[in-house]
C-alpha cells in the first residue's frame, strides 16, 4: 500500500510539472477571485487603473530612455543610477542603490508588518558596445534588451506611479526593486543579495519579466554552468607533434558529453544541455597551450540536473584521460572544471495564495491563466520556500536575446494593471 501510494505521489508530481512545462490552466479558488474583484472595484483602484492608461506617452519615452542606456551583465550602475531617479520622480523618498547595484525604493505600508518586493531586473544579455538605439517600424520598437527586461522596469514604474497618483496606502511594506545580474553570468546575484543572511526580510517575491499576460511562473527550472579548461604546455605543429593537444581533449569531451547525455534527457522531466561557447589557440600552426568551453545545463527537477552534471563531469574525466593516453611526448594536461553560475530547481505550488491571487488578477481582465516554470529571478526565493511567481510586463515582443529585439504595445497597459491587482492583492489594500 505505502509502495502504490509513493509511486502514485510521484506520478502526480510529474505530471504536474509536465504541465506546467507546456502551460496548465489551473483551478482559482472562489475566494480569490472575489478578494481580488473587491480590490479592483475600488474607487481608488479604479483611478489607479485609469492613470496608467493616461500615462502610456511617458511610460514610452521611459522605455526609450532606458532601453537606451546600455546594461550588459556586471555593468549596470548606468541605468541603476537613472531607475533609482525615475523611482524619486515618481514620489518615493528612501531610495538607495545596495552593495551590489540593486535600485530599491521601500513605500512604507500602514501596518509594515510584512514586505512585498516588486521587481524586475536591469541588466539585458547584450555586450558591452552594442547599438542599443530604439528604432521605429510601424507599431513594433525595435533595439536589443527593449522587451528583455526594460520594459519590465517601465512596469514597475506604472504600478509605483498609478499607486502615487491614486494615493493608495497597502498594509505591507513595498520594495520596488531594479535589480542587477539576472542574464548570463550574473548568477542571480541581485537576487541572492535581496536574500542574502543579515538583509531586510523579504516575504514575498513578485518578478516582472516575461511577455504573454496569461503567463505566470510559479516554479523554477534550475541550471548549473560550468567553464572547463585543459592546458598544456603548448608548442609547434610540427615540431611539437605528439604533445597533448587542449582543443584535442576538448574535442573528445564535447562527443563524449553529447553522446551520453540522451541517458539523462530522453526520459523523464525535460532536461536540456548546451556548449555554447569555446574557445583558446594561438594560431593554426600551434598546438594550444589552452582550451575551454562554457556549458549551460537545465531542468525544473533537481536530481535531473545533478545526473546531467554528472554526465558532463565524466566525460571531461575521460576526454583527459584518453587524450593523455595518445600522447607521444611532454607532460600530461590538466583540467580545471570551474562552477560559474548556480540557480536552483523549485517546484512551485499552484493552490499558494500568491499564485492564486496572480491567476485571480489575470482572470480579472478576461484573461486565462497559464502556469509555467522557467529560469527566472523568482528560482531563488522559491527554492527557499518564499512565496514568489514571475509576471508579464504587458505588451507583446519578440527576438528576445538577438539584436532584432522587439516589443509591441499590443494592449500594453493590461500587463501593468494584472501587476496592479496582484501586488495589492497580496501587500493587503489599506482601508
Known amino acids: 500500500m505505502a509502495k502504490t501510494a509513493l509511486l502514485t505521489a510521484i506520478t502526480l508530481v510529474t505530471s504536474a510539472t509536465v504541465l506546467a512545462q507546456e502551460g496548465i490552466k489551473p ?31 511617458q511610460s514610452r519615452r521611459d522605455l526609450v530612455e532606458l532601453t537606451e542606456i546600455p546594461a550588459p ?25 545596495d552593495d551590489v547595484g540593486n535600485a530599491i525604493g521601500r513605500r512604507p505600508g500602514r501596518k509594515g508588518d510584512r514586505v512585498v518586493a516588486y521587481a524586475a531586473h536591469l541588466d539585458t544579455v547584450f555586450p558591452a558596445g552594442t547599438d542599443v538605439t530604439v528604432r521605429f517600424d510601424d507599431e513594433k520598437m525595435y533595439a536589443p534588451g527593449i522587451g528583455d527586461n526594460t520594459r519590465g522596469l517601465v512596469t514597475v514604474l506604472g504600478v509605483l506611479r498609478a499607486m502615487q ?30 536574500f542574502a543572511d543579515g538583509a ?6 513578485i518578478a516582472v519579466d516575461g511577455g504573454e499576460s496569461s503567463r505566470i511562473v510559479y516554479g523554477g527550472v534550475g541550471s548549473h554552468r ?6 598544456g604546455p603548448g608548442g609547434h605543429s610540427w615540431g611539437a607533434f605528439g604533445l597533448a593537444n587542449p582543443h584535442h581533449a576538448l574535442g573528445r569531451a564535447i562527443s563524449l558529453f553529447a553522446e551520453n547525455a540522451p541517458t539523462v534527457t530522453s526520459v523523464g522531466e525535460k532536461t536540456s544541455y548546451n556548449v555554447g561557447r569555446i574557445g583558446g589557440g594561438t594560431s593554426i600552426n600551434s598546438i594550444p597551450f589552452e582550451s575551454w568551453m562554457e556549458v549551460d545545463m537545465r531542468s525544473g527537477e533537481q536530481a535531473k540536473l545533478d ?28 583540467v580545471d572544471v570551474d562552477r560559474v553560475g548556480t540557480r536552483p530547481a523549485a517546484q512551485g505550488d499552484e493552490e499558494a ?43 507583446i515582443s ?29 501587500a493587503g489594500l489599506a482601508d
Open 27 to 57: 483551478e482559482v479558488g472562489a475566494e480569490y477571485v472575489a478578494e481580488v474583484a473587491a480590490i479592483k472595484a475600488d474607487p481608488r483602484v479604479q483611478n489607479a487603473m485609469e492613470r496608467i492608461v493616461a500615462i502610456e506617452p
Open 73 to 97: 551583465p556586471f555593468e549596470e550602475q548606468a541605468r541603476a543610477e537613472r531607475f533609482a531617479e525615475m523611482l524619486r520622480e515618481a514620489g518615493l523618498t528612501d531610495v538607495t542603490i
Open 165 to 194: 497618483h491614486a494615493g493608495i496606502e497597502t498594509d505591507a511594506d513595498i520594495m520596488f526593486v531594479g535589480n542587477v545580474g539576472e542574464e548570463g553570468l550574473g548568477d542571480l546575484r541581485g537576487v541572492k543579495h535581496l
Open 200 to 205: 531586510q526580510k523579504i516575504d514575498t517575491f
Open 226 to 231: 560550468y567553464r572547463v579548461t585543459f592546458r
Open 307 to 334: 545526473d546531467i552534471d554528472a554526465v558532463l563531469q565524466a566525460a571531461v574525466e575521460q576526454a583527459l584521460q584518453e587524450e593523455n593516453e595518445a600522447r607521444l611526448d611532454g607532460p600530461e594536461l590538466t
Open 353 to 395: 495564495p500568491l499564485v492564486q491571487r496572480a491567476m485571480a488578477a489575470t482572470l480579472a481582465f478576461g484573461i486565462e491563466p497559464e502556469l509555467r516554470i522557467s529560469s527566472t529571478d523568482s528560482n531563488l526565493p522559491i527554492s527557499r520556500g518564499i512565496p514568489a511567481v514571475t509576471m508579464s510586463r504587458g505588451g
Open 398 to 426: 519578440g527576438n528576445s536575446h538577438a539584436p532584432e529585439e522587439w516589443w509591441q504595445n499590443a494592449d500594453g497597459h493590461i500587463g501593468i494593471q494584472i501587476g496592479l491587482l496582484t501586488l495589492l492583492a497580496e
